[in-house]
């Protein structure tokens, strides 16, 4: 029954939309009626501004972190990353924002945090890397979530190397619209990077 217990808590924590209430709360603003419509962080952050989108950020890497240790926390014997997909399930999937969430990015990397720290501090760098490169967060997250699946399958940790294969087709199945944008070179660029654009 606990079991049962950890995958709600995980799946209700995905499910906080934190974009969403962020922005209800501090700037009567719904963030899903603006931009690309997306209640994640980049959205956020294009709407909302740099302090909301941060906060966002942070929320939302905590969620995923906080499932994967609840395990941990009430002793069960179970592998903290299949609690920690339902958190990833929630946030694409959240009760409280009627089932529309965000495309996972931010929550997959907290996941991974809480199991496999020095394995995301390295994706942080490639992440960083390829976003000043192509200044387009999109692409960077796609490229990040591919490469990390390939490296998972050296962690030596097949549950954590199933969790992340499944976590990056949900992201790229998420990223779709932006990945027809990029091939047609009408994606959006962040103000900075080589690649700098402020449309």
């Known amino acids: 029954m606990i079991e049962f217990f950890l995958i709600a808590a995980a799946y209700l924590l995905g499910s906080i ?3 969403v209430w962020i922005g209800k709360a501090f700037y009567k603003t719904d963030i899903r009626e603006h931009g690309s419509g997306n209640s994640g962080t980049t959205n956020t952050y294009r709407v909302l501004g740099k302090w909301a ?4 950020l942070i929320m939302d890497i905590a969620k995923g972190t906080l499932a994967v240790l609840l395990p941990l ?6 592998h903290p990353m ?22 996972a990015v931010a929550t997959t990397a907290g996941v991974a945090l809480g199991a ?7 994706l942080i760098m490639v992440f960083a890397g390829i976003l000043y490169t192509s200044s387009m967060v999109s692409l960077a997250s796609v490229l990040t ?3 990390a699946a390939v490296a998972s399958l050296f962690v030596g940790d097949w549950v954590f190397t199933a969790i992340v294969w499944i976590a990056m087709v949900l992201v790229v199945v998420r990223h ?13 660029k962040v103000p900075f990077g080589l690649n700098r654009s402020k449309k």
């Open 176 to 188: 779709r619209a932006n990945i027809d944008r990029i091939r047609r070179g009408e994606e959006n």
């Open 17 to 19: 939309p934190s974009g």
């Open 116 to 122: 496999q720290p020095l394995f995301v501090l390295v």
């Open 73 to 78: 926390w009430f002793g069960v014997t179970i």
């Open 82 to 103: 299949f609690i920690g997909l339902f958190a990833i399930i929630g946030h694409v999937y959240p009760i409280f924002a009627g089932f529309k969430g965000g495309k």
């Open 145 to 147: 979530l591919i490469l």
């Open 53 to 56: 989108g941060t906060v966002v």
